[in-house]
C-alpha cells in the first residue's frame, strides 16, 4: 500500500502546479483571443497600469530604506522615524545575539532571538508602509487618482472567470487564516496524548488533510529539504530578475525592457503569499526549537525539520534570509497595484491588502514562533489580531465591491469565533478531554452557522436599492479628473520627486 505521507504530497504540490497553469492559461492564452482592437486597448492599459505599479514599488523601496538621521529631518513624522530605528535597533541587535547563540548552541537564545528578528521585522516593515500611505494621500503627483480610489463604490459583481478566480482566492485565504487556531487545536490534542497512551494518529491525518486545502506544508523531513531548497532558489532567481532588469532600464532608459506581464503575475502572487512565507517561518520556528522544552510540538506540527542531515545553523540562517526577503519583495509587489475600479470586476484597495496581509503574517507569526509555555498569550494575541482585521473590514472596505466586504467581515467573524472556542478549549485540558472531538466540531459548526444566520438576516433587513446611474456617473465623472489632472502634472513632474524624498 503507498504511504500515505507520499500520496498527499504528491496532491500537494499537483494542485500548486495545475493552479499555476490555470493561471497562465487564463492570463495569456484567453486574454489574447479578443479582438485585434480590444487587444491593442487592453495592452494600452495595461501598459498604463503596469507603470503605475512599478512607479508605486519605487517609491515604497524608496520610502523604506531612506531613514533621516537628525531629528529635524524626521519632521512631521516623528513617531513613524523614531519607531523605525527602534526597530531597526532590534533587527541589528537581534541579529548579532542570533549568531553568538548558534555558534555557542544555546537553544533558547537562538529561539527567542528568531521571534525577535521576525517580529521586529514585520513591524519595521509596517511601520514604513503606513508612512508611505499617508504621505502618497498629501504628497503625490496623482492626487485624483487616489480620490477616484477612495470613493468609488460598487454593490453588484459580474459572474466572470476573473471574478470567480478572485472569489477563489478569498475563499482559500479564509481556509489558510483559520486553519491557524484549528491546527493549535490539534498540536494540544497531540501533546496531550503523548502524554497518555492515546493513538494520535487522528491528529496527524487531519494536519496532512488541512495542509492539502490550505496549500501550507506539512511534509516529512526530505520533503522538508526539497521544499525549502525549492522556496530559496524562486526567491533568488525572483531577486536576480528584479536587480537585472532594474540595471538593464538604468543603462538604456530609451529602450527598456517591456514589463506588460508583471500584471499576471498578480493573482498568483496573491495566492502563494501566505503558503511562501509561511513555510519559511514554519521552518525557522522549527529548527529554532530544536533542543527546547518544545521541540516535541515542533518535529509533528506544521513541519518537521528533525531529519539528522539538516544542519540546524545553514538552515535557520537560510530560512530567516529567505524570509526576510520573500516578505519585503511579496508585500511590497501585492500591495502596489492601484488600478482605477471596473464596474464589474473585484479589485481591492492596495491598503486594505497592506493591512490585512501584515495582519495575516502577525497571526502566523504568533500561532508558530511564541512558545507554548506561553499559549495564554498566543491566544490572547490571535483573537486582538483577528479583532482588528474585522473592524478594519467593516470600518475601512478595502474592496470596492460592497458584497464582498461584507461577506470578508462574515469570514473574519467566523475565524474569531474558532478563535475564542480554542482558546478556551487549548488552556483548558480537562474541558478539552470531557467535551471530545465531537462536542468540538459540533461547537464550532454551530458558531459559524449562527454568524451565517445572522449576517443573512442583517444583510437582507439593510439592503437598500442602489442607483447604479448614479454611481457610475459619478465614477466616470472622478476618472476624467484624475486623468485629467495626471496630464496636466505629467509636463512638470515636480511634485512626485518631493514625494520620494
Request: hydrophobic share 50%; with cysteine; aromatic share 12%.
Amino acid at each position: 500500500m503507498a504511504d500515505p505521507n507520499v500520496v498527499l504530497t504528491l496532491i500537494y504540490f499537483a494542485t500548486i502546479a495545475a493552479i499555476i497553469i490555470g493561471t497562465v492559461i487564463y492570463f495569456l492564452v484567453i486574454a489574447r483571443i479578443s479582438d485585434p482592437e480590444v487587444r491593442l486597448l487592453d495592452l494600452i492599459t495595461t501598459q498604463r497600469e503596469v507603470q503605475h505599479l512599478i512607479d508605486n514599488l519605487s517609491s515604497q523601496f524608496k520610502n523604506f530604506f531612506r531613514l533621516p538621521l537628525r531629528w529635524r529631518a524626521m519632521k512631521p513624522y516623528y513617531t513613524h522615524h523614531t519607531l523605525s530605528w527602534l526597530f531597526i535597533l532590534a533587527l541589528v541587535a537581534s541579529t548579532i545575539v542570533l549568531i553568538v547563540s548558534l555558534s555557542l548552541n544555546l537553544p533558547q537564545v537562538i529561539r527567542i532571538s528568531t521571534f525577535t528578528f521576525i517580529a521586529s521585522l514585520n513591524a519595521l516593515f509596517m511601520t514604513r508602509q503606513h508612512l508611505y500611505y499617508i504621505r502618497r494621500t498629501y504628497l503625490t503627483y496623482d492626487a485624483e487618482h487616489y480620490l477616484v480610489l477612495d470613493t468609488t463604490e460598487f454593490y453588484d459583481f459580474e459572474w466572470s472567470v476573473f471574478n470567480i478566480f478572485q472569489i477563489g482566492i478569498l475563499v482559500i485565504e479564509f481556509l489558510q487564516l483559520l486553519s491557524f487556531p484549528i491546527r493549535d487545536l490539534l498540536d494540544s490534542i497531540h501533546l496531550k496524548n503523548q502524554q497518555g497512551v492515546a493513538d494520535d494518529n487522528k491528529s496527524d491525518t487531519a494536519n496532512f488533510i488541512i495542509s492539502i486545502i490550505t496549500m501550507f506544508a506539512n511534509l516529512n523531513s526530505k520533503f522538508y529539504i526539497i521544499q525549502l531548497w525549492f522556496l530559496v532558489a524562486v526567491i533568488g532567481c525572483v531577486v536576480l530578475v528584479i536587480s537585472a532588469i532594474h540595471c538593464y532600464n538604468s543603462w538604456r532608459p530609451h529602450k527598456p525592457i517591456a514589463l506588460f506581464w508583471v500584471k499576471y503575475l498578480l493573482p498568483l502572487a496573491n495566492l502563494v503569499y501566505l503558503p511562501m512565507l509561511v513555510m519559511l517561518i514554519g521552518s525557522t520556528s522549527c529548527l529554532s526549537k530544536i533542543g527546547t522544552e518544545d521541540y516535541r510540538g515542533a518535529s509533528s506540527g506544521l513541519l518537521r525539520c528533525s531529519d539528522p542531515s539538516v544542519n540546524k545553523p545553514l538552515y535557520l540562517i537560510v530560512s530567516i534570509i529567505a524570509y526576510t526577503a520573500g516578505y519585503v519583495i511579496l508585500t511590497t509587489f501585492v500591495t502596489s497595484f492601484d488600478r482605477i475600479p471596473i464596474k464589474g470586476e473585484i479589485h481591492y484597495k492596495s491598503q486594505g491588502v497592506a493591512f490585512l496581509k501584515n495582519m495575516s503574517m502577525l497571526l502566523s507569526i504568533d500561532f508558530l514562533l511564541v512558545a507554548n509555555s506561553y499559549s495564554h498569550i498566543r491566544s490572547i494575541l490571535s483573537l486582538i489580531i483577528v479583532i482588528s482585521m474585522v473592524c478594519f473590514n467593516i470600518s475601512s472596505q478595502p474592496c470596492f465591491v460592497v458584497q464582498i466586504n461584507y461577506w470578508r467581515s462574515y469570514g473574519f467573524c467566523s475565524i474569531l469565533w474558532v478563535a475564542l472556542i480554542v482558546t478556551m478549549l487549548t488552556n483548558e485540558s480537562d474541558t478539552l478531554d470531557d467535551i471530545g472531538a465531537g462536542g468540538i466540531a459540533s461547537a464550532l459548526a454551530v458558531g459559524v452557522v449562527v454568524i451565517l444566520a445572522l449576517f443573512i438576516i442583517v444583510r437582507r433587513i439593510n439592503r437598500l436599492p442602489k442607483n447604479d446611474a448614479q454611481d457610475k456617473e459619478e465614477q466616470e465623472y472622478l476618472v476624467e479628473g484624475a486623468l485629467a489632472n495626471k496630464n496636466a502634472n505629467s509636463t512638470t513632474g515636480n511634485s512626485h520627486e518631493n514625494f520620494n524624498v
